[in-house]
């Protein structure tokens, strides 16, 4: 497989294809009981500044570093207090969503400022801190907007609903959170009770996000790969939790010069977006200084890294990403999606898919993107050794555990079970999608459970080919990944791909399989797979039982005229 052509010129650097460099080995840290002691002693070891870009960031969230501990420090605010007191300068790239569509994440962004500033305003030192809450700058078009103005009020009067249901004190204080909301409620004096404005206005409509999952240290070391910081995310591989409280995913952290891509990947986002998050800071304050007011808006662009080409190691490396800008065509245009001006993390799936031989080996929390499954099937009709094994969660998060079927969760089923049947007859045999679940029986479950067994989660976004090319980042396997939300990536070719591959059949076999073969690996999964499903829970080897797609296609709609990058 090659490397990505690198762009070398362009008025936007985001659009611009990163250059292979060359590294030591990735350090692979699989579940977050191995990345966040990691986040947390490169953070203790920070000289001068740190880059924290992320779609959920809590501060509250716990600290598991024994080292930490030892200081006192008990969660991120206090290590991140830690720092800053002692001289560190600190930017957080925070991911802000849509307030309808998002409206439990768009809280959590504003709360988590909250926490931050505050605890500034408590220092008697000041901090060299910035935090840039990002709303992606792609938005529906007018025509769009009004043709889904209905639905998209029918969920702004249930959100005064619920908001109105709470007691006053909570009702007033999650208000002032719900920054967005603020464009059509207002919270009244007399009543204490959330009215609508006077003034109906059109519905701002933004279906794209910033996905990312980001850190950089020094310019010298970067985190990424699938997990933000929150308590929701920690487990560890024995996934002794209960079954809505499991995360498996997997990170990368990465010396040398890709560090620097990473870094400009960062600041590219936070110069294209922190001129808007200043102005809704402001407003923010304007409109709920109670709880508000310590936000500093005083936001200023970052400097982009040098580009460091050269060997410092021997492991080829490429930073991918997926980007993508407004789409700019007219106020009354039938706009739904944006432009995508790097679909990096894309192509280099493709390519890995094009040119594997022997196995390919992934792991998804989504598989709807019905043009990598076309060329999945392309290539086993050309390579008639290519085996695939394809781990998923048993069913999404939001069907499995909240038990939602609204029509955005039956669309992406549908597309799902379209792409397990494309690749399902052009491999026939010689494709495996399996799913994990604990040892652990369950009665009446539902989506959490399979074969009788409760669900482990599966979040992570791994691909490795012929045990010598490895792709980790923030991307699924879906439209919306790899071609409309902000992504980011590592492709890199070297032996820690393999070892990669074979730490994960440990974590969900044993050690034994471990030291299978790569030819005969998808024998072993396969037989294990199936041979659990025929044997009580208890007596299961690991953690593997097949995929069936057959709930998803039982479950699943078509919405026409609904980009599937919608889900």
Partial sequence: MAFLNAAT??????????????????????????????LERLTLDARERIWFAFRIFDPDTPLYLPESRE???KTWSDLLAYKLERGISFRLLLTDFDPVVGDTLHEMTWRSLVTLFDRQAASVNPWDMQICPALHEGRASRYVRMLLAPAV????????????????ETRSETFEFTRGYHRYFRLSSSTGKIQWRPKIMLPRIHPVTHHHKLAVFDDETAILGGLDVNERRYDDPSHDRRSVDTWHDVSL???????????????????????AARQSMIRAQVQSPRLLGHIDPALSPLDLPPSQEGATGDVPMQVVCTVSRNKKKGRYS??????????????????????????????TQFFRHKPLAEALAERAGQCADLRL??????????????????????YGERLQADCIDIVREAFGPR????????????????????NGAAIIYVHAKVAVADDEWGIIGSANMNGRSLRWDSELGLLWKGPSAGT???????????????????IDTFDLWRKTAWANAGKPVAQRRGFLLPYLPDEADAMGVNIPLLPPETV
């Fill in 334 to 363: 039938f706009r739904m999606r944006p432009t995508t001006v790097n679909n990096g993390l894309e192509a280099a799936h493709l390519g890995l898919v094009r040119d594997a031989h022997t196995l390919l080996y992934i792991e």
């Fill in 500 to 518: 990669l591959r074979r730490r994960l059949a440990t974590d969900w076999i044993d050690a034994e399989a471990a030291e299978t073969p790569m």
């Fill in 431 to 450: 494709a495996l999608f399996v799913c994990p679940a604990k040892r652990e029986s369950v009665k009446d479950a539902g989506r959490a459970a399979v």
């Fill in 253 to 275: 952290s990465v010396t040398g010069p890709a560090v620097a891509y990473v870094a400009q990947h960062i600041a590219g986002v936070w110069n294209m977006d922190y001129v």
């Fill in 153 to 168: 009020y029918a969920r702004i009067h249930a959100k005064r609903n619920k908001l109105n249901a709470m007691d006053p």
């Fill in 71 to 73: 200081l006192g420090l």
């Fill in 389 to 410: 094994i394809m781990l998923l969660p048993a069913a999404p998060e939001e069907i499995a555990f909240d038990d939602k079927n609204g029509l955005d969760s039956r």
């Fill in 9 to 38: 010129s362009g008025h936007d650097p985001l659009s611009m294809q990163s250059p292979v460099v060359y590294g030591p080995e990735p350090d692979v840290l699989i579940e977050a009981s191995a990345a966040y002691p990691k």
